[in-house]
């Protein structure tokens, strides 16, 4: 028993991370893209928002014929819920910097690249974790339904104990959830609140 929870936990762990590096990896510079392009900013995010609606059993059967059942399909179903926290908040917090800000950084002879990584990331770094901070509490929690295509993690003992009428095993998938969840929060909190201080 405590040999399979720290398999699945580490499973479920695993499945996380790499949606969050990815959906980051996305919507990033699809948000620094998106502050450049205004025209576009309505449409990225409705269609984020689109995606953010569908339940996540139905994007899993859209994905299974296409990526098969397993990890893959879960990884890209997580990584789409990811995406819109983190583009959202990149995105106000680029666009929420005082123009007079950038004013500034043109007036020294910044250039667009230089602007970007000195002054306009540093001023919205708080918001992009805290983007950041909203995907991977959710993705650990929606990370326990892809146990039903056969991924693994967390939602394997939740699903078992379901089937069964369990709630031991019920009680041994949601609880390591709740506290990765927690830690997770408590983490990007502490990222966040040192930000604000410097």
Known sequence: MWFELGSLTLEHLYL???????????????AIGLTRR????????????VFQTIPSLALFGILI??????????SVALVVYAILPILRNTLL?????DPAIRESAVAMGMTPRQILVEV????????????????????????????????GGLG???FRGI??????QILAGAIPAAIMAIFADEGFGWIERKFAVS
């Open 93 to 97: 917090g680029i666009t929420g910097i």
């Open 156 to 158: 394997v003992f939740i």
């Open 38 to 49: 205004e025209g576009w900013r309505r449409f990225a995010l409705g269609l984020a928002n």
């Open 163 to 168: 089937a069964s009428v369990d709630n031991e």
């Open 65 to 74: 014929p296409v990526c098969g059942i397993g990890k893959i399909t879960a």
């Open 16 to 30: 996380v991370v790499i949606s969050i590096f990815i959906a980051a990896a996305i919507a990033i510079p699809a």
């Open 120 to 151: 306009e990331l540093p001023l919205a770094a708080r918001s992009i974790i805290a983007g950041l901070r909203v995907a991977t509490v959710a993705t650990i929690g929606t990370a326990t339904i892809a146990a039903a295509i056969g991924a």
